[in-house]
């Protein structure tokens, strides 16, 4: 059963640093895009990165471009989003998600989240 757990997330002041992680199991992660997602009280989700199967090329939202790092290690089927210099308006609760044809594309399975909240 293929399934995806995210985990790390917590209170962070101002100005810090979290790292998430997002632990696959129950398929090849060699072959699946990983998008990190997040969703804020009243707002719509939105997509902050992702990494491709292939080559593992990246892309982020601007709002965390030079701020947020994706990266992922398919021998321990992980992938992990550092999130550095956060802002209040970072908190939300934080989604890993996997696309099978591996494109950042289309997003099939979702993990169940983890709040981050960034406050003083």
């Known amino acids: 059963q293929l399934q995806l757990v995210e985990s790390g997330g917590g209170l962070v002041q101002p100005g810090g640093s979290l790292r998430l992680s997002c632990a696959a199991s129950g398929f090849a992660l060699d072959y699946y895009a990983i998008g990190w997602f997040r969703q804020a009280p009243g707002k719509e989700r939105e997509g902050v990165s992702c990494?491709?199967?292939?080559?593992?090329?990246?892309n982020y939202a601007d709002s965390v471009k030079g701020r947020f790092i994706i990266s992922r290690d398919n021998a321990k089927k992980m992938v992990y989003l550092q999130m550095n210099s956060l802002k209040p308006e970072d908190t939300a609760v934080y989604y890993c998600a996997a696309d099978p044809r591996g494109s950042c594309f289309e997003f099939d399975y979702w993990g169940q989240g983890t709040q981050v909240t960034v406050s003083s």
């Open positions: 990494i491709r199967s292939s080559g593992g090329s990246t």
